[in-house]
Structure formats: C-alpha cells, structure tokens
C-alpha cells in the first residue's frame, strides 16, 4: 500500500521540529521507516451518550473530497515511474445510515489514468465501507475522513489521473483530475521527483513523521510551516555530493515574483529523499502560481543562472483568503463576503459604515483598521482574533450548512461555533422522530440545545435562546 519508502531525510545536518493542527486543512500522517499511515486529527469535541438512530445526507460544500497525483521512480524498474494518487474523503461528504449501534456508509474509489491522447492507461476500483459509532463524527465535527493511497506503474510521459467518488448510499458521484508529467531519467545524470506539500515534520527517536497536504491551496500553511518533499535521483554516483536547492514563485504570466536562498542538501545516494522549508513573501498576493524546485551546482553566489539548474520541478500552488494573515488583500467580493460574515462580532452600525464606502480602497482601510483594534497582539505580523475567527467561519460553512440557512455561518449551529469556538462535550438523544444535540461550554456556564427538526440531521435549530454575547478573542 506505501508508496514512498522512507524518510531518512533531513540527516544530523538539520532536523525540524514543527507541530501543526490539520483539523480544519486535511492532511495524512505517515511515520516511516518502516511507514505506518496515521490519522491526524484532534479535537475537543467529545459524546459521553449513545448515538440515536439517524441518517445524515451530505453538506454542499465548494470541494467534497480532495486529492493528489505525485511520480517517482520505480524501485524494481528503471524504466517505469511510479504514480501514488492519494485521496481523502471526509465522513461530512457521505451519506451514513443507522445499522444496529453503528453508523455506516460506504464509497467506492474509481482511480484512472490516461495519457496525453486521452487513452486510457490503467482503471483501478476499490470498495471503502466505513464504521462508525457515534453521530456527531458522521456528520463532520471531528473532521475525521477516510484516506486511500493508490500506486501505478507506467512508462514515462505525460498523464492525466481522475479519481471518482461515489457514495453508495446516496449514489451521488464526485470526479477531481489532475495532470502531470512522468519524466524520462533515461540519459539524464541527475533528476527530481513531483513535489508534496507537506504541513508538518516531527522527529520519533530516528524516525519521522510527515503530514502530506493533499490541496494546491496553501493558505492554510503560509503562517505556521510550509514544507515540500520530493526525492532525487543521481547518477553521477558519490563524486557528486551535494547540491543547493532553491525555490521560485511564477506568476500567470510566467514571471519570476520570488526566488528563494540556496539550502544545502545531500544527493550522493542514487535515489535520496528531500524535505526543504518554504518561506513565502509576506506580501504575496492571492492568487495561482507555479512554485518551482531547483536543484543547483553548489556557489556561494545569491544569483542563480539556468547554467546553475541541474534539475528542476514544478508544482502548481493557490493562496486564498482563509483568514490567515491574508486580511489586508481582500478585493472585490472577498471583502464584502468578509464584512457580511462579520455579524457575530461586530454591531450592524459597524458593518454598515464599513460596508457603506464609497470606493474599495476605503472599504479596506476600515475593515483593517476594525480587526486592527481588536489585535491581541499588536507588535507582531499575526492578527490572532482575525484568524480564530474567520478559520471558525470556514469550519461553519464546511460542516453546519442546514437546508433552511444556506451558507453554514448563517446557520444556529455555526452562530454559536462561530461565537463559542468547539463545545466541551455535547449530548444528544432523540425524541419524538427528532434529533436533539446539545452543545455544553462550562468554561462560559453556556449550554445550547439544537433540535434536528426533518430527522436526517441536516436542519438543526437552536431551541435554548439566542446568544447575547459577541465572538472574543480569549486565549
């Protein structure tokens, strides 16, 4: 089932020690050497009591499941490349039924390849039931997901990988694509892997840990650690020995905007497995790029010359606002969206001035300057509560759509999420053919109860009285 061997990377040169949460940004664990695939995921959100019975249809969200297709060379045949698609699913996006005392659903996984003339080069099937015992897990509040790794063996070229989902219960189908070149290292000495994102590295005695990032968009990285790996593969045996690596942003328009300091890493082994540590440009604006990995001839010089490129590799990449630093770019209907979102902690008088400018320009400068007031930490580059809160909003949205709210912050559920933060515990029953959930928060003497009021869980109500108090920034 694994498809990248070890990492014995980093060497005593370097080590990195990182720890993100992957909650909200989905992410896959993997401890190697031997690899273990682990799930990554916290959180406080607990259920003392026994689920009831209930079937929960999936949420509409922008992006159901997510997925990734990476080459390498093959272990056993040099003139093969192997090719993982990794795909995480997450409970949110299936359809469970009550079985007994468990919850269960089930996918199956159609992964595909075909190349440049659209032939298809392998189709590779997998049935994925899933088990699970208690309510709120199904319907997305732990963010837990289901994770599947797939490997091909193929010639070099260019390829196009498609991975579909589709929900047995629901039978609802979703598709991703993606396309990548499957270079040739025939008759070239020195050559580079696809390029993982990464999220996070930690050290277990002489093993790693590593938390793939299976997005393009990585904006959720930019403040707390962006890594990428890939592998080399060297054939100029050990008189080469080391090389710089360096990295470049692209724009659209095919312009170079950044090109990052040499790293030094070792590639004196035939195939050597690299991790390098990405800093961004603060003010990068959103957008896509192409993020480009370069493997160099060692200098001392900053300046680098394709002369000094013994081999490269790109890798698309997107920024979008998600509340991460990001708040003094908001354009357009970004920004807008952003005041409207701002309810929960701002007066309508305050939305109302902000959003009542005359021009953007001015529209900006008064959002900025209203999250700029309520900065915990205002000497530093983070604005912490703009973060908390706009990140609380994407949970809302990603997991409290109701069928009576449309957008998930609007609803009751993602009120009090967004207001709140994650509940102490919660408890629910039924009654009646209705699902009744309630969230406990001691540290606020704040107790909430939701009333599903269709029995399919995807219409909660809050039955207990509205919430007086505004979002605050509290750690």
Not at 213 to 225: F, N, R, V
């Amino acid at each position: 089932m694994l498809a990248i061997p070890l990492y014995q990377i980093l060497r005593p040169r370097r080590v990195v020690y990182t720890t993100i949460l992957v909650c909200f940004y989905y992410g896959i664990s993997q401890i190697l050497s031997p690899i273990s695939l682990l799930a990554q995921v916290n959180r406080i959100l607990t259920t003392p009591t026994s689920p009831p019975p209930v079937q929960n249809s999936p949420p509409a969200s922008s992006q159901l499941f997510f997925m990734d297709a990476l080459f390498f060379k093959d272990e056993t045949n040099d003139s093969l490349r192997r090719v993982d698609i990794f795909t995480l699913v997450p409970y949110q996006s299936l359809q469970f039924l009550k079985r007994d005392t468990v919850f269960i659903a089930d996918y199956i996984a159609t992964l595909t390849l075909k190349d440049q003339n659209g032939k298809t080069v392998q189709t590779i099937r997998k049935e994925r039931p899933i088990k699970e015992e208690r309510i709120e897990v199904t319907l997305g509040a732990t963010g837990a997901y289901d994770y599947l790794q797939t490997t091909f063996r193929v010639p070099p070229g260019t390829y196009t990988a498609y991975a579909e989902i589709t929900d047995v219960l629901s039978k609802r189908s979703m598709i991703l694509q993606s396309s990548f070149k499957a270079l040739t290292s025939s008759g070239v000495q020195f050559a580079l892997s696809s390029v993982m994102y990464v999220s996070s590295i930690q050290q277990h005695g002489n093993r790693y840990t590593i938390t793939p990032y299976l997005s393009e968009d990585i904006s959720a990285l930019t403040q707390d650690g962006l890594y990428v790996f890939f592998e080399t593969y060297n054939s100029f045996g050990p008189e080469l020995d080391s090389l710089d690596f360096a990295y470049e942003i692209i724009d659209s328009t095919g312009k170079q905007i950044f090109l990052s300091k040499r790293q030094r890493r070792y590639v004196a082994a035939p195939r050597e497995q690299q991790i390098l540590s990405i800093t961004l440009p603060p003010q990068l604006p959103i957008g896509s790029y192409n993020m480009r990995i370069l493997a160099l001839r060692l200098d001392t010089t900053s300046t680098v010359s394709e002369r000094d490129i013994l081999a490269a590799s790109t890798r698309t990449m997107r920024l979008q606002w998600k509340g991460l630093g990001l708040l003094a770019m908001l354009k357009g209907d970004d920004l807008m969206r952003a005041i409207r979102q701002m309810r929960y902690v701002a007066t309508p008088q305050e939305i109302s001035l902000i959003a009542g400018q005359p021009t953007e320009e001015e529209r900006q400068r008064r959002f900025f300057e209203y999250w700029q007031r309520l900065d915990p930490t205002p000497g530093t580059l983070r604005n912490e509560a703009f973060e908390e809160y706009y990140q609380r909003i994407e949970y809302a949205n990603r997991n409290f759509r109701a069928i009576s709210f449309g957008d998930g912050w609007m609803s009751d559920m993602g009120m009090v999420y967004t207001i709140f933060g994650p509940p102490q515990f919660t408890r629910d029953f039924r009654r009646d053919g209705r699902i009744i959930w309630t969230w406990v928060y001691p540290q606020y003497g704040r107790e909430f109860v939701f009333v599903d009021y269709t029995g399919f869980g995807n219409d909660f109500r809050l039955a207990s009285g509205m919430p007086l108090e505004r979002y605050r920034y509290r750690r």
